[in-house]
């Protein structure tokens, strides 16, 4: 189930959560679920109400006394009856028992299936602010959120089931019928008073919850520097105030429940006491049959059941509902960066990169000012720079991650921000800093450049990015599982993993981001010959801090403080003795000779 797509290929979910489980959970099985309630519906109404109804007619049937064998075969037809019915709604309880066994899962599926894909469609800032481990616990608040709609058919039926009952007691005396429907009422009136604080009481516990579960997930997935820095006391400290306001926010959601049905719980026994005297002085009076009577406590007993159902019932839907509403508002979140209407593929001709006046900030601070810089069709640029000086950021820009705060960025003339962000993304190979791994197998991580890819590309790839001796190596060789964000890996071997995807993918703009930072020399040279090969007519970018890496590179660009301050070659860089060849003599000085 795809979320829907608007006319500019981005994904928009409904505003309201109610529309968004329309279209997205009930609609592609929506005569299951109707089938599935009303049978529901039915169901709890009849078997409800044929128990008080049984119970009288067996009574009766001794109260009126019927000898001989008549008493015996009439017994029996009774017996059948009443049992013959029990059969036919257990079949009626088993059958839509199992038509919850499929919808159940299915919404589930639909809802999930929506949202991750929804949440993939968000920019890169909507992760810079968020946890994944919240996201995750939100999803399962909004599944949860929609089983729960259905228990309003509970709700529904039990309502039935209760003005059935009470009518059929007001058929035998209107008096013990009015006791019912009074604290009926006081019931229905209690429950929507405290809806309100019991809804935010719970939107709260959620929040709190989901923040909590996100900051666990994150204290885990760092357990390296736990274990480093002996952190597991830090993290404990660190995590104590938010279990604490969790702990808090908990009890106090569900004391405001308690306190929705416990009222009305003692109001209840009290009333009971009532109508037994009642009873007990109409049998005086000769105006209620022993049966009746029978009748009467059943209905009793059955009402007060279906009430106290209702009453513990509706504090826990308010509870899920509003846990699901909250969660269902965070993550939809308008995207920030969507293609423009009419959005059309880049047409990429030669591969020219153009940055025309760009400035950019994250917040409050400019990355880059004024930034112009051209890089020809084919040409081999070196980025580099101090650390912190907006290298990545000016690659981030370019693969779009960001839209610039002003100016524009052209690839073959074609302004990025007209261009289908898939088109654009597509065009690009990009070798980020930090590779990130997905926990799955060595394979599948590296054909991510490429689904479709054949076993001889997906090797020819990591051979080209000298992977291919540590894979077979390995144990299951391509289908060796990498772990947790490839934990099981080397810094050097996620870098060449991550290469070798890059290579598979073979897009003509090619990104290099400290491709082979973590790389022995040797390496290094070995992929340098296979970079030079693919680079070979394809613009490509290559920042890094070793500069001997980029000696080779047409030109090399100096960026600092958001300006490009230098540009020319290696050597006449050297020559002009400004910064780019300050950077050089502190590194060959010690152990670089160029
Ligand atoms: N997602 C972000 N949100 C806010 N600020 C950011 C973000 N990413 C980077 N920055 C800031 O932008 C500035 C430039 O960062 P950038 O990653 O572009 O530097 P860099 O030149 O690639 O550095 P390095 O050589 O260390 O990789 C830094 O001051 C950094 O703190
Ligand atoms: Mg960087």
Redesign the pocket.
């Known amino acids: 189930m795809k979320a829907k797509k608007t006319s500019t290929g981005n994904e928009i979910l409904p505003k309201s959560l109610w529309k968004f489980y329309f279209k997205y959970a009930a609609k592609p099985m929506r005569w299951l679920l109707v089938t599935w309630a009303l049978l529901f519906i039915v169901w709890d109404i009849a078997n409800s109400t044929w128990w008080p109804m049984s119970q009288q007619k067996i009574v009766a049937l001794f109260e009126n006394g019927i000898g001989g064998d008549g008493f015996f075969e009439h017994g029996l037809i009774t017996i059948g009856i009443i049992i013959s019915l029990f059969l036919v709604f257990d079949l009626m309880n088993t059958v839509h028992e199992q038509m919850a066994a499929h919808w159940k899962p299915r919404a589930k599926k639909n809802i999930s299936e929506t949202l991750t894909n929804y949440v993939h469609s968000q920019s890169?800032?909507f992760y810079?602010n968020r946890i994944p481990g919240k996201i995750n616990s939100q999803i399962n608040y909004i599944t949860s959120g929609f089983e729960t709609v259905f228990d309003f058919t509970a709700i529904i039926s039990t309502m039935g089931v209760i003005l059935l009952n009470m009518g059929l007691v007001l058929s035998i005396n209107k008096y013990v019928a009015f006791v019912l429907l009074g604290s009926f009422i006081f019931r229905i009136v209690y429950s929507v008073a405290m809806m309100k604080p019991v809804t935010k009481a719970s939107q709260t516990a959620s929040e709190s919850s989901s923040h909590l579960s996100g900051h666990i997930v994150d204290s885990i997935s760092g357990f390296s520097i736990v274990k480093l820095f002996n952190g597991a006391k830090h993290e404990d400290n660190y995590l104590e105030p938010l279990r604490i306001k969790n702990l808090k926010d908990q009890i106090k959601s569900s004391f405001l429940q308690r306190i929705m049905w416990i009222i009305p719980m003692f109001l209840w026994d009290i009333l009971f006491g009532a109508v037994l005297v009642l009873m007990l002085v109409l049998y005086m009076r000769g105006n209620i049959k022993v049966s009746e009577i029978v009748f009467t406590l059943s209905v009793y007993q059955i009402v007060q059941g279906n009430i106290g159902y209702i009453a513990r019932t509706i504090p826990r839907l308010v509870d899920t509902i509003g846990s699901a509403l909250h969660s269902y508002s965070e993550l939809n979140q308008p995207i920030d960066i969507v293609d423009a209407p009419n959005a059309q593929p880049l047409v990429l001709s030669h591969g020219k990169i153009e940055f025309k006046n760009v400035s950019f900030k994250?917040?409050r601070?400019y990355?880059l000012r004024d930034l112009n810089l051209t890089i020809k069709a084919g040409e081999r640029v070196g980025l580099v720079?101090?650390?912190?000086?907006?290298?990545?950021?000016?690659v981030?820009l370019l693969m779009r991650f960001y839209d610039p705060t002003h100016g524009q960025i052209l690839i073959d003339g074609q302004d990025i921000k007209n261009v289908t962000q898939n088109s654009l993304r597509n065009a690009i190979s990009f070798i980020p800093?930090d590779p990130t791994m997905f926990n799955r197998t060595l394979r599948e991580n590296i054909a991510y450049g490429k689904p479709d890819a054949t076993n001889t590309e997906i090797h020819n790839a990591a051979r080209k990015a000298a992977a291919d001796d540590f894979i077979n190596a390995a144990e299951k060789k391509y289908e060796s599982m990498v772990g947790d964000r490839g934990i099981k890996l080397s810094g050097g071997q996620r870098q060449r993993v991550a290469i070798a995807r890059a290579f598979l993918k073979n897009a003509p703009l090619l990104i290099l981001?400290?491709a082979t930072s973590a790389l022995d020399s040797e390496t290094e040279v070995a992929i340098q010959n296979s970079f030079e090969k693919l680079a070979k007519g394809h613009t490509t970018i290559a920042?890094a801090?070793r500069l001997s890496t980029l000696r080779n590179m047409d030109r090399i660009i100096v960026?600092d403080k958001g300006h490009v301050i230098e540009s020319g070659t290696h050597q006449s860089l050297l020559r002009k003795k400004g910064h780019y060849a300050n950077l050089w003599k502190m590194q060959s000085g010690g152990f670089l000779q160029e």
């Open positions: 890169i800032t810079n994250y917040k601070k990355v720079g101090t650390s912190g000086a907006g290298k990545t950021t000016l981030n800093q981001d400290e920042i801090h960026l």
